[in-house]
């Protein structure tokens, strides 16, 4: 009987720490979670803030290296009126910074840096990148040049994400345009769609009929 009783005894103890550790286990699961669900609030948070501090930004690939020459911000001023022409910009295209990305000069051969700048008013910005959509592939110096938003790393990878969906795109001629800050945009005969979620996009693409399709994809 004593033998039985502390048994008993040893099992209810057992029975009480189990369940000790147990509610002590869920109970750091539910703060752990909570602390990484506030970390990644913060990080889209800080993402945000980064978008939004280079909102006036652009960022031009292919100029050849060295060829902004002493005074960049004079350059870029005049580059872009040459290239996409006076009428693109209702008044003079002003720029208040300009330089070339953080990297180590390249050597000959090598491919040149890009050149980041800021401008002083957002809507020149739109203005520059629809009219480069409109021209097409457009060159300086016998060299390719593109120009695109300055964005974070991490809006970076989400626009890449896209890629399989706008090659898709340019295989079934849709036009099609990717949107701050990631969102494929398609324009069917039946209206246009909005996709945030690539993977979303590439199998709604995949099972889109001939009928929906409009005109030639855009670049």
């Known amino acids: 009987a004593d033998l039985h009783s502390e048994v008993s005894s040893v099992n209810t103890k057992l029975d009480s720490f189990s369940k000790r550790r147990i509610g002590e286990v869920e109970d750091w699961v539910y ?11 913060l990080q889209d948070k800080c993402d945000d803030l980064e978008n939004r501090a280079c909102r006036s930004n652009l960022r031009i690939m292919g100029l050849p290296e060295g060829v902004e020459g002493k005074d960049p911000i004079a350059f870029v001023e005049k580059f872009l009126v040459d290239v996409l022409g006076e009428e693109t910009f209702p008044g003079w295209v002003e720029v208040e910074r300009a330089h070339h990305a953080l990297r180590p000069r390249p050597r000959d051969g090598e491919r ?16 520059i990148l629809r009219k480069a959509r409109e021209l097409g592939q457009l060159t300086y110096l016998n060299q390719k040049i593109f120009f695109f938003p300055d964005v974070s790393a991490e809006l970076q990878a989400r626009r ?14 849709i036009s099609f345009s990717l949107l701050h800050p990631a969102k494929l945009s398609l324009s069917l005969k039946d209206g246009p769609r909005f996709f945030t979620d690539p993977v979303e996009a590439v199998d709604f693409l995949k099972r889109l009929p001939e009928s929906p399709r409009l005109g030639r994809a855009s670049r």
Request: proline share 5%.
């Open 160 to 173: 890449r994400e896209f890629t399989e969906a706008r090659q898709l795109c340019h295989s079934l001629q």
């Open 31 to 41: 703060h752990l979670e909570n602390m990484i669900s506030e970390v990644h609030h």
């Open 112 to 127: 040149p840096r890009i050149l980041i700048l800021k401008l002083l008013r957002y809507p020149d910005k739109v203005c």
